[in-house]
């Protein structure tokens, strides 16, 4: 479930989980490891995408998301 | 035992919620030497409905729309920032302070002008002039942020407001919990003044996908804190009753309608009303969307949907525009999703659909100096309930209530708070919560809350009298079970359980106001009276709660001039 972290970039500074608008990231703080720890209750809004000092996060839309894409019927 | 700080924090004025209303509330106030604490539930540089962006600010800027203002008022009442539920002195108050507000951000760092100059663009009807400012609010929270800094407001982030504190009819404090690490704290606040800017009460209703309750428009964590906070502690509240619509892509929820550059269009790719002729342009889109966001359901119950946001005819340059224009206003996923699933808005059209109620611009009612009926409390942003103006609405009179508070606080004394009962009460009910080992998850109520207020206060089907009584029955009941079962592991868990107690308190109000108006007028359809009431044009529902938690309704004019 997104974001996706990307483990070789990250370098757990906790700075996504701490600005997330939904505190659906948290910092592993023991482990030193980033952890999407509400992963249903992110908002996909890419806060953490952008502001990742490292450019470690991706995005992944579920496929509860998804956009409904149909060609205009130009027959009718 | 739920963990309590020892000391009480003292501030003049209390700032709610670390939004576009909050932080300008907090830089008006500080500014004008008041000592401010801004309390936000996750982090001004990323909170909110504002979170990630913008990109149209309403304005008035007489070098580009003449001298008459009243022009302004009449027309942008006929936009998504104006509407039959607000006062139309205040959308003057509004527009008379926009262009301050304009230049203000820009010399904070917010690109106001990306291209160099003013540009006006959407959300106007054919043949009116432009008032959204389109501009690039990808850094406005960080700006905002450290604007109220450099003013010298104390920011905390991570703790959430629970209740507003009264005595003797006025503000006094606060109860806050801090979320910041693993176990919540309770925090007191003694305060001479607050302002709720809490947002949207998204997650009321279920949405497009309701097994994903965070796939919502606006930001999932805005759930009405702010409409139950004002209602519990006295203050009257405007229109809840009357359920509002939003629209967007269907299944992926995203605000930001009007910035799409396209065509509400029919399964033939054409137009659902008579709004754009020929090419939509970046300058006048398609206002369906902001004007009868609804049109999505109403078109698949009455056999003509489903209805789609129609690219196809933009041009490659259009396309990029948009792509620019969705980052600014934060919302860049939805070109993120394009990418990655490969889809051609040139080629596919988008369906869109209506979205659920979240109470935007339903609330509290305030005044020309954002005050609301119970002294020392102001309210600005979507939660306000006679004003709307959106992101402008909540700039400006956040800053109004800033600059009204500062100088409230200088006549006013703090009171002891550390006495009234509903601390003991609260402490009682968060110690519950936490010291429980087992019980219901908040998932478990916030999913049935969503149930009954579909089910029996609906907004976008009719309502009756029997579903009214049985809805705001089965809500108390929940209440009850919230009380007596709900569990937190941690602090997060605890925040999601506060914002269930606080949605019922939300829904309850909704309901007993649906149900006091007996009429049917908007979206507020009634099948037991189907009639519209002309006796209550242009009057607006009152509500408030007094402290044995009465609900008293009445209606007042709506001023119109």
Known sequence: MPPIINRKKCIACGYCAEICPVDCLKLDKKAKKLIVRYPDECWHCGACKTDCPQGAITMRYPLSHMMLAFPPDKEM | MIKVKNEIVQCDFLVVGGGMGGLEAAIAAAGAGANVVIAEKHNTLRSGCGANGNDHFVCYIPERHGDDIELAVREVGNTLDGGPWVDVDMTRVLLRHTKEVVERWESYGINMRPTGKYVFEGHSLPGQQLYHLKFDGKKQKSCLTKAAKDAGAHIMNHLLINEILVKDGRVAGAIGVDVSEEEPEMVLFQCKAAILCAGLAMRLYPQQNPTYMFNIPGCPADVGSGHAMALRAGAKLVNIDIPNVHAGPKYFMRGGKGTWIGISSTIDGKPV??????????????????????????????????????????????????????????????????????????????????????????????????????????????????????????????????????????????????????????????????????????????????????????????????????????????????HEEMVAENSHEFMRCLEVLDQIDIGEAVAVTGRHRKESRGRHQRLDYKFTDLTLNNKFMRVHKDADGTFHMEYRPRRMK
């Open chain 2, 273 to 482: 009303t008579p709004y754009v002729v020929g090419k939509p342009s970046r300058a006048t889109g398609d206002v369906t969307a902001d004007v009868w966001p609804s049109v999505y359901f109403d078109k698949m119950m009455d056999g003509s949907g489903p209805v789609f946001m129609n690219c196809t005819d933009l041009d490659n340059e259009d396309v990029e525009y948009m792509r620019w224009a969705f980052e600014s206003e934060g919302i860049s996923s939805i070109f993120d999703y394009f990418d990655q699933r490969g889809i051609d808005i040139r080629k596919d059209m988008i369906e869109f659909g209506a979205y659920n109620s979240d109470l935007n611009n339903t609330g509290v009612e305030i005044n020309e100096r954002a005050e609301s009926s119970l002294r020392g409390l102001y309210a600005a942003g979507n939660q306000v309930g006679n004003v709307r103006g959106n992101l402008a609405g909540a700039a400006v009179f956040g800053m109004i209530a800033g600059r009204s508070a500062a100088e409230y606080v200088k006549t006013v004394e703090h009171q002891e708070v550390s006495d009234l009962p509903v601390i003991a009460e609260k402490e009682k009910l968060f110690s519950a919560i936490w010291d429980r080992e087992e019980g219901a998850h908040w998932k478990e109520p916030a999913s049935t809350l969503q149930q009954i207020m579909n089910d029996y206060i609906p907004a976008m089907t009719p309502r009756t009298e029997n579903l009214f009584r049985v809805g705001i029955k089965y809500l108390n009941d929940l209440k009850k079970l919230c």
